[in-house]
C-alpha cells in the first residue's frame, strides 16, 4: 500500500483522555459533525500520517480470531463515507475502552482519504497541547466539534509526538480490507493492545520472516557488487547489523546510507522492493537465520584478519603444528580479486 500518496478530503478530532487510577472515568470527548478545518490543518495531519507510516509502517491483516468491530467500523466508512462521523465516534469509543492507566492520554483524527483513487481511511492518534491544540467550539446549530490550532512554531509543531497510526483500504485484486500500522511508543513490535485488541489485526508477516527476507534479498544484491572492497564492506556491516545486541530493528534504508556508495544506493533499494522487501523499519528476528549469520573470525598479532562463514571454514582452512609460538594457517581456496586496502 502506497501509504505516502495518501490523499486526505476529510478528518474529524476526538479527545481520548487517559485512565488514570483513582479518578473517575471520563470517556471520550466525541464531535458532533466534522468541523470545517482550515487547508493548513488537513496539510499538517497528511504529512504527519504519510511520514509515520513510511518510516515505521507495518503491513497488518485482520486477525481471523480478532475483535472485527474496529474494522467492520472502518469498512463501513470506506463503503459508505456518509457514515463518517458517526463511525469516527464508535472507533474513538473503542480506543477508549481497550486502554488502561498506562496507556497516554491524546487526541483521535480520523481522516478520510484516497491512495490511487481508492477510498482510504486513516487514523491517528496524538499528543494534545504541544505543537497541536484540540478545542471544543459549536456550530449554528448548536452541534459541537474539536477544532484544531496549529501553533505558528513548525518546529515545534513536527515534534508533536504522534502515539499510533494506521491506514486501511480496499485491496485491487479483492474487496479485503488491508492496512498498514505503525507505532512510536515502542522500539521494535506495535504495542498488542492497538495492534490485537484495538485494530483487531495482526502482522502480515512475522518479523522473523520479514528478517529473513530481507537478509536473503541484501545477500543476493551485495553478491552482485563488482567492486570487491566494496562488497566485502557491505557484507560485513550486514552482519554486523543482523548479529549486533543493540540493534533491534533494520531499517534499510538506513543500511543503504551508511554501508552502500552513490552508485550501489538506489539500485539498492530498488533491489528490495523487486523482491518485496519495503523500506520501512521492522522488528529484527534473526531466529531463523542463526547458522547463516555467524561467521567464524581469527585475528592475528601481525594485524591479519582471517574471518568466513563455519562451513567454509572447515572445508578450506586447516592449521599446521604450531612452530614455537607461532600458528601455522593453511587456506586451499582459488583467489577471485585481488586489491589495496586502505
Known sequence: MKTDEFLLRELIIHRVPDKKVGTEARGPVLSQVAGDHPKDVRAYFQRRLRRVLNDRGQDVVVAADGDKRTTDAIRAIAEKPKLF????????????????????????????????????????????????????????????????????DLLLTDRTRVFKAAVFGASKKSQQLRGVAADEQVERNLASFFLRDFLGCELKSSPAVQTERYFTTVESYLGKIADGEERARCEIALLN??????????????????????????????????????????????STIESRIRRVAYGFESGIQLMGKPEAMDEHVTFGEKEGDTSRVIIKDRIVDVGSRH
Open 85 to 152: 462521523v458517526e463511525q469516527s465516534k464508535v472507533l474513538a469509543q473503542l480506543l477508549y475502552d481497550v486502554q488502561n492507566g498506562r496507556n497516554s492520554a491524546g487526541i483521535l483524527v480520523v481522516c478520510l482519504g484516497s491512495i490511487e483513487d481508492r477510498t482510504a481511511v486513516g487514523l491517528l492518534k496524538l499528543e494534545n497541547e504541544r505543537g497541536v491544540r484540540a478545542q471544543e467550539q459549536q456550530t449554528d446549530a448548536g452541534e459541537t466539534f474539536l477544532q484544531v490550532t496549529i501553533l505558528s
Open 241 to 286: 547489523q543482523m548479529q549486533s545486541r543493540l540493534i533491534r530493528t533494520i531499517d534499510p534504508v538506513q543500511f543503504a546510507n551508511e554501508a552502500l556508495g552513490d552508485a550501489t544506493h538506489q539500485p539498492f533499494l530498488d533491489h528490495l522492493q523487486e523482491h518485496g522487501v519495503p523500506e520501512q523499519v521492522f522488528p529484527k528476528d534473526t
